[in-house]
């Protein structure tokens, strides 16, 4: 008979334990569905129709001919060098000019968001672990590049 409420309290406890564990995964969904997968999804798909082409699906590139993308100065560097490369093709001193034969369009058409997605996505992808890059800082980039 003492044993009974010891056990029933305990019983209580595992399900708290597993309605809280639930709850946390429930958020970590929650969460992703809210920023994650919307940018995530739209860099991917910018990045299979702009950049795929030469730095492959795996961000490998061509050897001599396209960069990698995959640990590379510049795609995990600072922010807004990468989008002065990306945008502008202006070259950052990490990427020095002859090693590589094909040459990159710029993207400056790209919408704030769409350059901020892409340069995310890279940023994000083939073990890269870069910092994303917000569209905002896509804004002062383009704006410090008008202004010149
Ligand atoms: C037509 C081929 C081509 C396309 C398309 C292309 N690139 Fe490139 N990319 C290159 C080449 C070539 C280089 C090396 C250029 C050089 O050193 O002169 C390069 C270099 C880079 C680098 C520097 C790599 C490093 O970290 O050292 C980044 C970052 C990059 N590209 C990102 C992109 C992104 C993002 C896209 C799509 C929006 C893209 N590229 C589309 C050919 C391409």
Known sequence: MSS???RTMSNWRIAVVRAARLLLIAMAFAGSACKGPES???GAQLY???CQ???QSNGT???GLYAPLAGTPVAVGDPKEM???VMYGIRPVSLPRGQFAGA??????????D?????SYVRRSFGNHALAIEPNIVAEVRAAHVDK
Request: proline share 6%; with cysteine; charged share 15%.
């Open 4 to 6: 009974w409420p010891r």
């Open 40 to 42: 995530i999804d739209r």
């Open 48 to 50: 299979t129709n702009l």
């Open 53 to 55: 082409s030469c730095h």
């Open 61 to 63: 590139g061509a050897r």
């Open 83 to 85: 989008l002065g490369w």
């Open 104 to 113: 990159m369009p710029q993207f400056n058409f790209l919408s704030d968001a």
């Open 115 to 119: 350059a901020a997605a892409v340069t």
